[in-house]
């Protein structure tokens, strides 16, 4: 099943184990499908652990974000396996490997919606409704990168297009560049 950015029934797919199912607008599928696994023939399913923190990246970020911008959300990359991680060209320690980031755009597919998107989801930090890790708008706004690793929520908001490296709330005491050149 490609990428899709409509919510639909997919029975096929809910992010088993932890009961997502119907109520969220995300699947397995979606945060573990790639291009470039599948013309590698690289097996990209998420171990255990993996599946919880997809589970806990949707629950905390992506459905939250999903129902304040009322728009369609499409996740370009999830899950990578270290293998994939490579094929990619993603940084060694990427939150992707644990299933703890997803680089999503948002619809109707554009910078300027993707523009949009970075900005309210700084305005929801702001306003105390979510918590990240790291929320990376990267270059030219083609994508935005965000990860929610649990007991590491610091809030970190880069643009590169701007060169603001903004911490929203708690200011990190180093600069953590650990997905910084993050791809795929
Ligand atoms: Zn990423």
Known sequence: MKHSIQKTTRPESPLYGRGLGEASYFTLTELTASATAERLAIDNTPPRAARTMLTILVEQLLDPIRRRYGSPILVTSGYRCPALNSAVGGVPHSHHIVGCAADIVGG???TEANRHLFLLIVQMQREDRIRFTQLIAEQGYRWLHISY???????QVIDVNTNDDVNVKNKPTSTLKMDYQDSG
């Not at 690793?149 to 809030?155: Q, T």
């Open 149 to 155: 690793v649990p007991g590491m929520l610091r809030n």
């Open 108 to 110: 109707p597919r554009s």
